[in-house]
């Protein structure tokens, strides 16, 4: 019986040895949870029949350390969460590792080449998203007609009126003469076939005394179809006089394109004394851009950039939670699948319920502890002498045994 006890000893040193090896072969591999063997023992009624491994354990929930990668496409979570793939066999499987990528069909895929789960956003689009695959369109970014222009300055109180008056009746092709205005300021605009066009804003003090500014335009030197000049008044200290206009609608034909409709915005502008200078001057709308590459933001969006300087969000990741985490099987690629009895199963954005947030351009190291792991196999390697010298006096026993016969 004592031969036996000793080599079921012997077999779970060995099934224990291949954990500690396992564990230090993977101390430096991404998103690794360490695991553990644990000893049982093992009765034929009321008697020890010996000892085998009950289980083996992982330590998912202990995070690695996080190590700087500098990649937009990789990522690590902060706290609780498991990226979600799929296989080409329609497996769902789920990791700590966030090394993504962009496959020749455009799909977002992991270091395994499985394809990363979320949904599918279209961009303009105030929606959820269709869940699945995630796609990055690499199509070319049609060009957005301009809307309006924010424009915010301080326009300073110690101009004076012009000396000539500003002209706006001769040939719009003339440049206005420099001396009938006090500050110019040129804006991008871009029309429906993304071409831009120059509107130039001349600002002109209108009295000395008076605390009004009148503002002319110009598109492309000519004068707009509608809304050539604006007059923004301003109080005793300097601020906008909320009781008159600060928006001036302008409208221009770049034919063959369509018109443009322009709404500048001039709310938060100032006349205080002192240098003039302009916090904000920039129009939206864009022109054509192709597809230059793809990046994740720290919420989980996957963001298409284009040459035109655009980014737009064309997918959202999703992080699982389990209730019984523990119960996850590790498969190959530092994965794990659902089999087990892993309890409700929760699909979130990052940072939100209890899914942890992203950080990006980092990932998650092994929480494996050599240590641990080198002290373990000190262990085991006197459990397995002590087990082979049971043996090994059984053995002698047997042989004096059977000489005194």
């Known amino acids: 019986m004592s031969f036996n006890i000793a080599l079921s000893g012997l077999q779970a040193i060995n099934?224990?040895?291949?954990?500690?090896?396992?564990?230090?072969?993977?101390?430096?591999?991404?998103?690794?949870?360490?695991?553990?063997?644990?000893?049982?023992?093992?009765?034929?009624?009321?008697?020890?029949?010996?000892?085998?491994?009950?289980?083996?354990t992982q330590n998912i929930g202990l995070t690695g350390g996080v190590l700087s990668t500098g990649r937009s496409l990789?990522?690590?979570?902060?706290?609780?969460?498991?990226?979600?793939?799929k296989t080409s066999s329609g497996e769902t499987v789920y990791s700590r590792v966030g090394i993504f990528t962009k496959d020749g069909s455009d799909f977002l895929v992991d270091s395994a080449g499985r394809r990363v789960q979320g949904n599918q956003l279209t961009p303009g689009v105030e929606?959820?998203?269709?869940?699945?695959?995630?796609?990055?369109?690499?199509?070319?970014?049609?060009?957005?007609?301009?809307?309006?222009i924010d424009f915010t300055a301080n326009l300073s109180a110690d101009w004076k009126k012009p000396t000539v008056a500003f002209d706006t009746t001769s040939d719009p092709a003339v440049v206005p003469d420099s001396a009938s205005y006090n500050m110019t300021k040129v804006t991008l605009a871009y029309d429906s076939q993304g071409k831009s066009h120059t509107v130039s804003q001349y600002f002109v003090r209108?009295?000395?005394?008076?605390?009004?500014?009148?503002?002319?335009?110009?598109?492309?030197g000519q004068r707009p179809a509608t809304g050539e000049a604006i007059q923004l008044t301003f109080d005793s200290n300097g601020a906008l006089d909320t009781t008159t206009p600060?928006?001036?609608?302008?409208?221009?034909?770049?034919?063959?394109?369509?018109?443009?409709?322009?709404?500048?915005?001039?709310?938060?502008?100032?006349?205080?004394?002192?240098?003039?200078?302009?916090?904000?001057?920039?129009?939206?709308?864009?022109?054509?851009?192709?597809?230059?590459?793809?990046?994740?933001?720290?919420?989980?969006?996957?963001?298409?950039?284009?040459s035109n300087g655009q980014q737009q969000a064309v997918g959202q990741i999703k992080l699982a939670t389990f209730s019984n985490e523990d119960a996850l099987v590790p498969v190959n690629d530092t994965s794990w699948t659902a089999s087990g009895d892993v309890g409700t199963v929760s699909l979130d954005n990052p940072g939100a319920s209890v899914a942890g947030s992203l950080s990006i351009a980092t990932l998650e190291g092994s929480n494996v502890d050599?240590?641990?792991?080198?002290?373990?196999?000190?262990?085991?390697?006197?459990?397995?002498?002590?087990?082979?010298?049971?043996?090994?006096?059984?053995?002698?026993?047997?042989?004096?045994?059977?000489?005194?016969l």
Do not use: C
């Open 15 to 56: 099934e224990q040895l291949t954990s500690i090896s396992n564990n230090i072969a993977n101390a430096g591999t991404y998103g690794y949870k360490a695991q553990r063997a644990n000893f049982s023992s093992m009765y034929a009624g009321t008697q020890a029949t010996g000892t085998t491994i009950g289980s083996t």
């Open 246 to 306: 600060a928006k001036l609608n302008l409208t221009f034909k770049p034919a063959p394109a369509a018109d443009v409709a322009l709404v500048i915005d001039y709310t938060g502008s100032t006349l205080q004394a002192g240098e003039a200078t302009t916090s904000t001057n920039v129009a939206d709308g864009y022109t054509t851009g192709q597809y230059v590459g793809v990046e994740l933001g720290s919420d989980g969006k996957v963001i298409a950039k284009y």
């Open 370 to 404: 050599i240590t641990n792991e080198l002290v373990g196999l000190m262990g085991s390697q006197r459990n397995y002498q002590a087990n082979s010298k049971v043996i090994t006096t059984e053995n002698q026993m047997l042989q004096s045994l059977m000489q005194a």
């Open 127 to 148: 929606s959820d998203g269709v869940p699945g695959d995630l796609k990055v369109p690499t199509s070319t970014l049609a060009a957005k007609a301009s809307t309006g």
């Open 206 to 220: 209108d009295d000395d005394a008076a605390n009004t500014v009148t503002i002319h335009t110009l598109v492309d």
């Open 74 to 85: 990789d990522a690590s979570i902060n706290g609780r969460g498991f990226f979600v793939s």
